[in-house]
């Protein structure tokens, strides 16, 4: 499985925007695939997932009501809208995924593979 993040930017307070996750390899439509992000001097933190067999999903909670994660399996696609941004949202973006078939969680060592990070940055 090979991932590669896109769509980050520069945005105000109140902005949106959209990440997306691009996957290849057979097995992505078995993969689950989490959103994690890194702001600078802190440690890699758990934004959102998607699993791979019923697509329910579950958030940080700093994120609820804000970030809706999503994918398109025809497109090979994870998405990550991202509402109401506030500065504290600023960091480096990675999509990952576990092992195919397995369902994944929020602690980022269970997941295998890591896309490039796409940066982030909400300036107030």
């Known amino acids: 499985v090979q991932l590669q993040a896109s769509g980050g930017g520069l945005v105000q307070t109140g902005d949106s925007l959209r990440l997306s996750c691009a996957g290849s390899?057979?097995?992505?439509?078995?993969?689950?695939v989490g959103w994690f992000r890194q702001a600078p001097g802190k440690e890699r933190e758990f934004v959102a997932r998607v699993r791979w067999n019923d697509l329910s999903t579950d958030y940080a909670d700093s994120v609820k009501g804000r970030f809706t994660i999503s994918r398109d399996n025809a497109n090979n696609r994870v998405y990550l809208e991202m509402n109401s941004l506030k500065p504290e949202d600023t960091g480096i973006y990675y999509c990952?995924?576990?092992?195919?078939?397995?369902?994944?969680?929020?602690?980022?060592?269970?997941?295998?593979?890591w896309g490039q990070g796409t940066l982030v940055t909400v300036s107030s």
């Open positions: 990952a995924a576990p092992r195919p078939g397995v369902l994944g969680g929020q602690a980022k060592d269970t997941y295998r593979y």
């Open positions: 390899g057979v097995a992505f439509v078995r993969s689950s």
